[in-house]
């Protein structure tokens, strides 16, 4: 199913367009974190990192770089954060794959996450073997 982003890329609503090629397109969010803050999607849909194909993944975060740059250089931000959110449970509310790229001025500003967690005894061993299992 189409989403908002679909509508932007179809310039049938309006966005403040930064960056668009063959494959991309990378625009202002709408309600920025910080002043600057970009989406990059891709112009061919797909909902998020579990089914995009690898080349457009890849060129995302080629644009990414490109978007960072120009942000330091043209906004004076020293720094950026540059994430993605692959499902509901990872606070993800548009289901268009992209990349957020952040404006980052104070040191202690970007996110913070409330409580770290603990392996028990064995199980960092036993998650990473699950997971290079899986992976393999
Ligand atoms: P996420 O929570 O990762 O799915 O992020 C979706 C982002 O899309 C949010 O940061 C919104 O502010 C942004 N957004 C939603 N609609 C628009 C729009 N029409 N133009 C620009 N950004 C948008």
């Known amino acids: 199913m189409s ?3 679909k509508k932007i890329i179809d310039r049938e609503i309006p966005a403040s367009i930064v960056y668009e090629d063959d494959v991309v397109l990378a625009f202002l969010d709408i309600y920025p974190i910080r002043k600057g803050h970009t989406l990059i999607i891709p112009k061919k849909e797909s909902v998020n990192i ?3 194909d690898a080349d457009t993944l890849a060129h995302m975060m080629i644009v990414a770089q490109k978007i960072a740059v120009g942000i330091t250089q043209s906004l004076g931000a020293p720094a950026v954060n540059i994430h993605m959110n692959n499902g509901t449970e990872a606070g993800q509310d548009v289901f268009h794959i992209h990349l957020h790229v952040i ?3 104070e040191r202690g500003e970007a996110f913070v996450v ?3 967690e603990s392996y028990d ?3 960092e061993r036993e998650c990473a073997e699950k997971l ?3 992976i393999a």
Request: aromatic letters at 16%; charged letters at 35%; proline letters at 11%.
């Open 3 to 5: 989403t908002i982003f």
């Open 50 to 52: 579990f089914d995009t």
């Open 103 to 105: 404006p980052r001025y």
């Open 114 to 116: 409330p409580k770290h």
């Open 121 to 123: 005894e064995g199980e």
């Open 132 to 134: 290079k299992t899986a």
